[in-house]
């Protein structure tokens, strides 16, 4: 009985996805060279939407049931406040260790000495981005909640949730009972529409890097570009990557944690995949609180506090990545930087990392914020378009992993019992 279960449930869904990964590649790159004038790929394109849609539809109920459950869950404030103090510092510490394996990095390496400006394209998407610490914090306050939830602005959704949580324990009992119940069975079927949705995954990460795939196929001064100094310089992000998400982070699973980080990481692979194809870690952020409650016994009222306010504030890749490309720019451009604007670069690509949203390209487009705190070219934003979703792809997937690493350590250090 046991062994018809196990056939009946087949191929492992993380392998189903590197498949869809794999069959994308190739995908992307035939129907490029096959129909190279009416570029077929973009046919398919429609059923990664669907998947990604999919996913981003469920963000919101997910984030405030799971959020104000969480909090108020945790009984009362000071247990709250213990929780988000630990989560709040781990986020800044592994951010700020991310920020400075970059810069160290690109400083060694130096892939911007030399780099050929003719390659830059013409930025005109990105905008000036330039928003003041302050009004960064007081947004975070929504003067209309409703506003927030229909423009997906993670951050003030999650603070109202909080806040409700907090108050749903102050009312009288029966109200208290009502909306717990309320929530729980919004959240149950939350969960149950994200398995439903992510068993679709292999087919929309197919669709997605089948597309991506076509594109940068079909452009050869892409293709070109990688042969110089962009190469390296994606070469020094992903190696700042593979630091961060191959030796540190799994570092503080063991040695914080108690864990056994490579088991962790192949729980959480699909999770990962799904970030990494998808390149947006609000799209990830429902099978990340699925995975690391089920699979790694992570409990609710931790999961459902570090994970989505993680997805949001917590970006170790953007954050590294940030500091990378800023300083490969001010190389390109043959701009010296002093110490202490090396360390104003760390400092902005933290908050900068902070404030990016979990959708593809966030990162590329706070770059803005960075280059302007050291008086850097904005134009420099278009050295790298080039090779956006090379970078945005594997700083993606580290956004998750750091986000998920941060669960199990705090939940390890509530003394819950893990099961990974
Ligand atoms: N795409 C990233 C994410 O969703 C954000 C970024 O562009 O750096 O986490």
């Given at each position: 009985?046991?062994?018809?279960?196990?056939?009946?449930?087949?191929?492992?869904?993380?392998?189903?996805?590197?498949?869809?990964?794999?069959?994308?590649?190739?995908?992307?790159?035939?129907?490029?060279?096959?129909?190279?004038?009416?570029?077929?790929?973009?046919?398919?394109?429609?059923?990664?939407?669907?998947?990604?849609?999919?996913?981003?539809?469920?963000?919101?109920?997910?984030?405030?049931?799971?959020?104000?459950?969480?909090?108020?869950?945790?009984?009362?404030?000071?247990?709250?406040?213990?929780?988000?103090?630990?989560?709040?510092?781990?986020?800044?510490?592994?951010?700020?260790?991310?920020?400075?394996?970059?810069?160290?990095?690109?400083?060694?390496?130096?892939?911007?000495?030399?780099?050929?400006?003719?390659?830059?394209?013409?930025?005109?998407?990105?905008?000036?981005?330039?928003?003041?610490?302050?009004?960064?914090?007081?947004?975070?306050?929504?003067?209309?909640?409703?506003?927030?939830?229909?423009?997906?602005?993670?951050?003030?959704?999650?603070?109202?949730?909080?806040?409700?949580?907090?108050?749903?324990?102050?009312?009288?009992?029966?109200?208290?009972?009502?909306?717990?119940?309320?929530?729980?069975?919004?959240?149950?079927?939350?969960?149950?529409?994200?398995?439903?949705?992510?068993?679709?995954?292999?087919?929309?990460?197919?669709?997605?890097?089948?597309?991506?795939?076509?594109?940068?196929?079909?452009?050869?001064?892409?293709?070109?570009?990688?042969?110089?100094?962009?190469?390296?310089?994606?070469?020094?992000?992903?190696?700042?990557?593979?630091?961060?998400?191959?030796?540190?982070?799994?570092?503080?699973?063991?040695?914080?944690?108690?864990?056994?980080?490579?088991?962790?990481?192949?729980?959480?692979?699909?999770?990962?995949?799904?970030?990494?194809?998808?390149?947006?870690?609000?799209?990830?952020?429902?099978?990340?609180?699925?995975?690391?409650?089920?699979?790694?016994?992570?409990?609710?009222?931790?999961?459902?506090?570090?994970?989505?306010?993680?997805?949001?504030?917590?970006?170790?890749?953007?954050?590294?990545?940030?500091?990378?490309?800023?300083?490969?720019?001010?190389?390109?451009?043959?701009?010296?930087?002093?110490?202490?604007?090396?360390?104003?670069?760390?400092?902005?690509?933290?908050?900068?990392?902070?404030?990016?949203?979990?959708?593809?390209?966030?990162?590329?487009?706070?770059?803005?914020?960075?280059?302007?705190?050291?008086?850097?070219?904005?134009?420099?934003?278009?050295?790298?378009?080039?090779?956006?979703?090379?970078?945005?792809?594997p700083r993606t997937c580290i956004n998750t992993y750091g986000d998920a690493c941060g669960a199990v350590i705090i939940a390890h250090s509530e003394g819950e019992e893990l099961t990974i």
């Amino acid at each position: 009985m046991a062994e018809a279960k196990t056939k009946k449930k087949g191929l492992a869904l993380h392998w189903q996805i590197l498949i869809g990964i794999g069959l994308g590649i190739v995908a992307g790159i035939v129907l490029c060279k096959i129909t190279p004038y009416d570029n077929w790929y973009k046919y398919i394109k429609w059923a990664g939407d669907i998947f990604l849609r999919g996913l981003r539809m469920i963000v919101i109920p997910l984030v405030f049931s799971s959020i104000a459950l969480g909090v108020a869950g945790m009984g009362n404030s000071a247990a709250l406040g213990r929780i988000a103090g630990k989560t709040i510092l781990y986020y800044i510490v592994t951010t700020a260790i991310a920020a400075t394996i970059g810069l160290t990095l690109v400083n060694i390496v130096k892939p911007g000495v030399g780099a050929s400006l003719n390659l830059a394209e013409e930025v005109t998407a990105v905008g000036s981005g330039q928003v003041s610490f302050i009004d960064q914090i007081v947004s975070i306050v929504p003067s209309n909640i409703f506003e927030s939830m229909a423009k997906g602005d993670l951050l003030p959704i999650i603070f109202f949730a909080i806040i409700f949580g907090l108050f749903m324990n102050k009312v009288d009992e029966k109200y208290t009972g009502f909306l717990t119940n309320l929530f729980t069975s919004i959240y149950e079927v939350i969960m149950k529409i994200t398995m439903f949705i992510i068993r679709l995954a292999p087919f929309g990460v197919f669709a997605i890097v089948t597309n991506v795939v076509g594109k940068q196929a079909d452009d050869p001064q892409a293709l070109l570009a990688m042969a110089g100094s962009l190469g390296i310089f994606v070469l020094v992000v992903w190696g700042g990557l593979l630091i961060q998400g191959g030796v540190i982070l799994p570092l503080l699973v063991r040695l914080i944690g108690k864990q056994n980080p490579w088991r962790h990481i192949s729980k959480m692979s699909t999770a990962l995949l799904t970030a990494f194809s998808t390149c947006s870690s609000g799209a990830a952020l429902p099978i990340n609180i699925r995975d690391s409650q089920e699979k790694c016994g992570v409990s609710n009222k931790i999961a459902s506090f570090v994970l989505p306010l993680g997805s949001t504030i917590n970006m170790n890749g953007t954050a590294l990545y940030e500091c990378v490309t800023a300083i490969f720019i001010a190389q390109a451009y043959g701009i010296d930087l002093s110490l202490a604007q090396q360390v104003m670069i760390v400092f902005t690509a933290l908050l900068a990392a902070i404030g990016a949203a979990g959708i593809p390209m966030a990162g590329m487009v706070m770059l803005a914020i960075v280059l302007s705190a050291v008086g850097l070219p904005l134009e420099g934003i278009g050295l790298v378009l080039a090779v956006e979703q090379l970078c945005d792809m594997p700083r993606t997937c580290i956004n998750t992993y750091g986000d998920a690493c941060g669960a199990v350590i705090i939940a390890h250090s509530e003394g819950e019992e893990l099961t990974i």
